[in-house]
């Protein structure tokens, strides 16, 4: 299994991030697919989730600013983020819903006050 976000980067607050994670080695349609991100000494938590119908949920700490997506054709999952707020700086990663697989490789997102 290999999951590689991507997408991250230094923005200020108020602006906006797609985050894009390819996933290989998995059935990925078949997989509910969620993000999470852990943030500087703390551990990580979950942020999105979108199941193999589309349904989709939040962290109310992103709420009504995040919205997930995902296409099966690409086997990818995408977080766009608004209204980006310093609180949100820390390391995405996408994985299955209750962390099913091995953890890949994170985009750093950072957001300046």
């Known amino acids: 299994v290999q999951l590689q976000a991507s997408g991250g980067g230094l923005v200020q607050a108020g602006g906006s991030l797609r985050l894009s994670c390819v996933a290989s080695g998995i059935f990925f349609s078949l997989n509910d697919l969620a993000w999470y991100r852990q943030a500087p000494g703390k551990q990580r938590e979950w942020v999105a989730s979108?199941?193999?119908?589309?349904?989709?949920d939040y962290a109310d700490s992103v709420k009504d600013r995040a919205t997930v997506s995902r296409d099966n054709a690409k086997n990818t999952i995408y977080l766009q983020m608004n209204n980006l707020k310093p609180e949100d700086t820390a390391v995405y990663y996408c994985?299955?819903?209750?962390?099913?697989?091995?953890w890949g490789q994170g985009t750093q997102v950072t957001v300046s006050s």
């Open positions: 994985n299955g819903i209750y962390e099913k697989f091995s």
């Open positions: 979108v199941t193999i119908t589309g349904h989709t």
